[in-house]
């Protein structure tokens, strides 16, 4: 989908797509310079990650496997409480593997920070992020986070694997939703 066929919905496009390829690719070559001769296993974050996990793993150049994981953080409304629930575990053992854990975006932190302990507690060699967008002015929490695509002002945005209700991941680019859409 183009973000002029739901140009009423967006109040501005954030990220082109061709601004989000050349990103990814940039982390491609960064990844396979930190990465030179290992297996590395990229574990996605479903749903918002699949497509930042499909387009770098298409880009980098280097042996990989993939894996996925599926998790809720709880509480009222739209807020994270740090509480995570495991909707979908990963198939892959992690004893001595190099994982690399793919994100969409970076909010609070909180259940990254979650997600990242419990990796390291099945005995992966390491466990590093990668996140296409951060939000520094909603993090709760400080994750090192190895790399970042973009930075961005915290507000609502979608596309590229965001979803608002489900809809709009398929969004090419990454715009902010106007505010009658969700209010």
Not at 56 to 72: G, I, T
Not at 97 to 118: F, M, Y
Request: a negative charge; aromatic letters at 6%; charged letters at 25%.
């Amino acid at each position: 989908m183009e973000s002029n066929e739901i140009a009423g919905d967006l109040s501005k496009v954030l990220l082109t797509q061709q601004e989000i390829h050349d990103k990814i690719a940039e982390l491609s070559r960064r990844i396979e310079a930190d990465y030179e001769g290992e297996n590395l296993l990229l574990v996605g974050v479903l749903k918002g990650a699949v497509m930042v996990m499909a387009d770098l793993a298409r880009e980098l150049k280097l042996p990989l496997n993939m894996d996925w994981m599926a998790v809720s953080s709880y509480g009222s409304g739209t807020k994270s409480s740090g509480v995570v629930r495991i909707l979908k575990d990963l198939d892959s053992d992690l004893t001595g593997r190099k994982v690399l854990i793919v994100e969409d975006i970076i909010d609070s932190g909180l259940t990254l920070s979650w997600l990242r302990a419990n990796l390291e507690s099945r005995g992966a060699a390491s466990v590093e992020i990668c996140a296409l967008l951060r939000k520094p002015d909603a993090a709760k929490v400080e994750v090192d986070v190895r790399y970042v695509g973009f930075d961005i002002p915290n507000e609502f945005v979608v596309g590229y694997g965001l979803d608002y209700a489900e809809k709009y991941r398929n969004l090419r680019d990454v715009g902010v939703l106007a505010p009658h859409v969700y209010s």
